[in-house]
């Protein structure tokens, strides 16, 4: 039996995004929360390869208790097992602690795997760090951006856009792929999955203590990465109003713009004059 994990994780809705200043850190209590629309996807993929193959999905989370929520919604896709890793110890992990977190996660609870999933990025951060660097922790092979997989015995193939090209890519499992494609549009939540997932959800919570980590390799301690300030971006307009005969106009637009012209047209205009 084909068994997958799926890292999901909660985020803030995208219009609340509420910043600490002091720690530079997502205050997420202060924001309602939903799963990262791309691990959606991921998990959407699980649920395609598990009704092709047939399979078991562990969906996967860490994160302060709240995050629960998404393990809830996985289950009512068709997960059939999650894991809750939370430890207020663990609050302020940077992506590389996040994924040192998740990789003793998967080696304690659930080290039988064969394909792990997880979506290319967080709406929160946008890093895409995360599943390359668990793949790295668990010394796995990755794919990353994938927009369509199929799966042959022990072999996934999957398609993805690069630098305008599409590439297809194979790797034998086990193996972990971060999915970008929107083509795994997340299924509707039937109603028999909603009370499965609140009546009897298999949940299992762990904390640091139970993954064998001490306070100074976990969190924001033992996080490498420092945020020093947090801003947000600001796109400032400038007119510019140019009179006279038309043929002067040119001249002037030219003097003032042709390097930023010549970028977007490749080609030097100083050298076609």
Known sequence: MLKMIVCVKQVPMVS???????????SREEA??????ACKYALEAALRVKEEHGGHITAITMGPPMAQEVLHEALAMGADRCLMVSDPRMAGSDTLMTSFTLARAIETYCSEFDLILCGCHTSDSETAQVGPQLAEELGLPSIAYAESLSLRERTVRIERNSDHFL????????????????????RYIPMKGL?????????????????????????????PTKILDVCSSTAGKQNVVLSGAPKKIVEELFKRFDDTIGSVIRKDLKAVK
């Open 167 to 186: 590439e297809t890519l194979e790797m034998d499992l086990p193996g972990l792929i971060t999915i970008a494609g929107q083509s795994f549009s997340p």
């Open 16 to 26: 609340e995004l509420p910043w600490d200043p002091k720690t530079g850190t997502l």
């Open 195 to 223: 009370q499965n997932a609140f009546e009897e959800p298999n949940i299992l919570g762990v904390n640091a203590h139970d993954l064998g980590l001490d306070d100074v390799s976990i969190g924001a301690d033992g996080s």
């Open 32 to 37: 309602e929360g939903m799963m990262n629309p």
